[in-house]
């Protein structure tokens, strides 16, 4: 079974605090994923990596950057947390981006509180 | 622009009915979706999933119907039971920026098993 799992399942920090949010996946995925889960919006992706090193934006990545070193561990940061980024932080993975093979599979989820 | 939405924000069922959840998406171009259900305090988890090229696809207790007319897609649970209650989301894939594919997620339906 394919398995994604995150550094915390709960976190609280404090606001202009750097944060770091770890994901490991043992399923020698490609790609790497970090969403964030608000209510009423759904998933919204921050940034993806299909590669070590390589880096995308997605949708809202202001206030976020991520670093992939390991094909195994993608990294979220937040370099100066802020109260609208309390959320629930989820990290994904997948095979091939450009196969049309496109499920993600998921990890547990951090849940950010930001004070 | 892309969205994938849902038409119902939660869904009461009594065991041992059968469940429908819809789902409506808004890119003609999308080929290929999937439904996750997302418990309480877990990540999302994969249920089933559907190429554009076909219009049913059945997996164990669940199927999924494809309407490409209306841009529809709908998730039927049959023998609904308490452990179904969960979120579910459907998914659109796509290509993003750079030809690689993402998921774009709508909002969720919350399904109530009652007793």
């Known amino acids: 079974d394919v398995k994604v799992t995150q550094s915390s399942r709960y976190l609280v920090k404090r606001t202009g605090e750097k944060v770091f949010l770890e994901c490991v996946q043992d399923m020698d995925h490609e790609n790497m994923f970090w969403y964030r889960q608000d209510p009423g919006l759904g998933l919204r992706l921050i940034y993806f990596s299909y590669d070590v090193k390589m880096k995308e934006k997605g949708d809202i990545p202001e206030g976020y950057s991520v670093s992939r070193e390991k094909k195994e561990r993608f990294s979220l940061i937040l370099e100066s947390a802020s109260t609208n980024q309390t959320s629930m932080y989820l990290c994904?993975?997948?095979?091939?981006?450009?196969?049309?093979?496109?499920?993600?599979?998921f990890g547990p989820g951090t849940r950010l509180t930001v004070l | 622009g892309e969205s994938v939405g849902l038409h119902l924000p939660t869904l009461s069922v009594q065991e041992g009915d059968n469940s429908i959840i819809n789902c409506a998406y808004s890119n003609s171009a999308s080929d290929y979706f999937i439904w996750y259900k997302q418990e309480s305090g877990k990540g999302p988890q994969f249920i089933i999933d559907?190429?554009?090229?076909?219009d049913k696809r059945q997996g164990q207790r669940v199927t999924v119907l494809l309407n490409k007319t209306v841009k529809h897609l709908s998730l039927q649970i049959a023998a609904t039971q308490p452990g179904d209650s969960a979120v579910y989301f459907c998914?659109?894939?796509?290509?993003?920026?750079?030809?690689?594919?993402?998921?774009?997620f709508g909002a969720g339906t919350r399904l109530a098993v009652h007793p």
């Open positions: 559907i190429r554009s090229n076909m």
């Open positions: 998914a659109d894939s796509s290509r993003g920026a750079g030809g690689y594919n993402k998921l774009i």
């Open positions: 994904a993975s997948s095979y091939l981006a450009q196969v049309r093979t496109d499920t993600q599979y």
